[in-house]
């Protein structure tokens, strides 16, 4: 699935939908003859589905989208119980499917974190694995995110995820001297061997594709793909 990259993160608030519309408008602004794809396969409350759809002009249904939608704000297995309904994985891989054929370049937002469960068996580790996703793994700059990065990583290779990169995001406004104080760069890559790929700054206007853009093209897109 070359065509296809998984955002996912150490947590709930890591910072991945700003991660996945940063690189999404760097690739509709710098390869626009390229088609886009953007999926978040499970969502439990209003969000991504409807940000992505106000920012960009995707060649895709909301269901396309989001494959499996719940009302409740809270982990999908649960989210899906009080709807009295099941997790149909088969319907997000068959879209899945459908999206890479119809489009060059395919980001897929996860839900939570890597230990995030989708089901009552299966993570979204376990996912990422069998599904042979490429991930880049988002961690925000804050008090204890070095233990966050390492406990992700090792989550990872034991699942055998194709994780190519760390991407630090500022959650709020950090100085140069807190980024490096707080998510050190060199001791991450230092205790994980993967390497970061850029620091996203706090976007308080995370919707200005301008903006976005110009922080996605300061990610090491060499060593991404």
């Known amino acids: 699935m070359s065509n296809t990259l998984l955002i996912t993160g150490t947590d709930t608030e890591a910072g991945k939908t700003v991660v996945t519309t940063a690189i999404a408008a760097y690739r509709q602004k710098y390869y626009p003859q390229s088609s886009l794809g953007i999926m978040k396969p499970i969502q439990s409350g209003v969000g991504d589905r409807e940000l992505y759809q106000h920012l960009f002009a995707l060649d895709q249904s909301p269901e396309e989208t989001t494959p499996l939608y719940f009302q409740a704000p809270l982990a999908p297995p649960i989210a899906a119980a009080k709807e009295n309904r099941t997790i149909d994985l088969a319907l997000v891989w068959q879209t899945l499917l459908k999206l890479q054929k119809r489009h060059d370049f395919v980001l897929v937002e996860s839900l939570g974190g890597l230990g995030s469960p ?97 922080v996605g093209s300061n990610l090491d897109w060499e060593i991404l793909f």
Not at 164 to 188: A, F, V
């Open 118 to 214: 989708i089901t009552y068996e299966l993570t979204v580790a376990d996912l990422a694995g069998e599904w042979r996703l490429p991930t880049v793994l988002v961690v925000p700059v804050r008090l204890g995110a070095i233990a966050q990065a390492v406990a992700n990583v090792a989550l990872a290779r034991q699942t055998k995820i194709d994780l190519r990169g760390i991407i630090l995001n500022c959650t709020q406004p950090c100085t140069e001297e807190e980024i490096t104080d707080l998510t050190p760069p060199d001791l991450i890559e230092s205790f994980t061997h993967i390497p970061i790929l850029g620091c996203l700054p706090y976007l308080e206007a995370s919707t200005n594709l301008e903006q976005l853009a110009q």
